[in-house]
């Protein structure tokens, strides 16, 4: 059956974590990232997580429509910002890894999103760099839903080609 938007974003389940809580109360998940080993605090991330969602399958195979939604990120302003960033990357790069199992197309939603709930240029850079060959490989298109002017921007300047060649705004 073909998910579609809306459903459930906590891609692990329920957001217990299979590998329990530490002595502070707080929920971990251990996932394997490359090769390397890394924790996720869900507890932190818990308000975030549908950040990002599966929209589903497009064109023949297992072809997945991966839903980026930029509003529901942490305001900036956040005493534990770059720490919740941190573990929310590795939740959107694992969460990656679990949904894509073919060619697949990002679609990141922008519209309304203030300023302050963006990521940082760094962010996306770093998600995009610690991204496997695989899923780098097999991303077919990235459809930036109502572009802000700092995100056309940042396309205009960019010199990397094969990224550019998979936008549409």
Not at 37 to 52: A, G
Not at 109 to 126: C, E, V
Request: proline share 4%.
């Amino acid at each position: 059956a073909k998910n579609m938007p809306g459903d459930s974003a906590d891609l692990f389940g329920d957001g217990s974590g299979e590998d329990g809580s530490a002595a502070n109360g707080r929920l971990w998940r251990t996932v394997i990232i490359g090769e390397q080993e890394h924790r996720i605090d869900l507890h932190m991330i818990r308000p975030y997580m549908k950040v990002v969602t599966h929209g589903g399958y497009y064109g023949e195979g297992l072809n997945a429509i991966i839903v980026f939604a930029a509003c529901f990120l942490p305001d900036s302003s956040s005493p534990d910002y770059h720490y919740i960033m941190e573990n929310l990357f590795l939740y959107v790069i694992s969460s990656l890894e679990l949904l894509v199992a073919e060619d697949y197309m990002i679609v990141y939603l922008n519209g309304a999103t203030p300023r302050r709930r963006m990521p940082g240029i760094g962010w996306l850079k770093k998600c995009y760099h610690m991204i496997d060959r695989r899923l780098r490989k097999n991303l077919k298109s990235l459809i930036i839903v109502h572009p802000s002017w700092f995100i056309r921007t940042v396309l205009a300047i960019s010199h990397d080609r094969w990224f550019l060649d998979r936008v549409v705004t």
